[in-house]
């Protein structure tokens, strides 16, 4: 069984389709730490919902990032985490954090990767720029922001009527299946990473799933 830590700052629906569907699916996975860098965030509220452990990591209480990463990293390895999942945490983490867990950090980003990389409002920037098509990429995450090989997109149309709300959501609807999916590839052992590309073993693999 694999232990898997969401790290997140916001509300957490992305943390609620993946708890949602490792059960459903008999996943051998189990989400068993959620960190947050926000106190009032509402993903603390599901994690207690579902019974998970749940820490706020405050920052300001820290006197350096690597000292506040440290304190993380203790409590992953307390809880024998073998997977990051980054979902809606608006905080990028130090080359010392990505090396110690090299390959085993994944990301979702509300853009056709590498469209709005770095923006923290992917959603918005894509309506402002006049995008036609936009979406959402899980990637592994290296030491750049937004930058590691992509395991999987998905394509969202923009209509003309579309503001940042109605954008958000269809996004996000299509992030609650992407990113599920995208961990049962990681915890099956179905992605390798060939330099920025990552192959996916086709056993078992459908995209329509
Ligand atoms: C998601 O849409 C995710 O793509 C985005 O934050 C949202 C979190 O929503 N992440 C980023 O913008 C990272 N740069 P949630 O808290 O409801 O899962």
């Known amino acids: 069984m694999l232990n898997i830590a969401v790290f997140c700052s916001g509300k957490g629906t992305n943390l609620q389709a993946i708890i949602k569907t490792i059960h459903e699916k008999d996943i051998e996975a189990k989400v068993s730490l959620i ?40 409590y992953l390895k307390e809880e024998n985490i073998g997977l990051i999942v980054l979902a809606g945490f608006m905080r990028m983490l130090s080359p010392f954090f990505v090396q110690n867990y090299s390959n085993k950090i994944l990301n979702i980003h509300p853009s056709l990767l590498p469209a709005f990389k770095g923006s923290a409002n992917a959603v918005a920037d894509a309506l402002d720029y006049g995008m036609k098509i936009t979406g959402t990429t899980v990637h592994f995450v290296d030491e750049k922001l937004d930058n590691g090989p992509i395991v999987l997109q998905r394509a969202v149309e923009i209509a003309e009527n579309d503001n940042e709300d109605s954008l958000r959501q269809k996004i996000q609807q299509q ?10 590839l990681f915890v099956e052992g179905r992605l390798k ?16 799933d």
């Open 35 to 74: 960190i947050s860098d926000k106190e009032k965030a509402y993903c603390l509220e599901r994690a207690k919902h579902a019974k998970i452990r749940a820490i706020f990591v405050n920052p300001k209480n820290f006197p350096s990032k690597q000292k506040f990463e440290n304190r993380i990293i203790g």
């Open 175 to 184: 992030e609650h299946i992407l990113y599920p999916l995208a961990i049962q």
């Open 193 to 208: 990473i060939e330099g920025r590309r990552v192959e996916i073993n086709p056993e078992n693999y459908n995209p329509q």
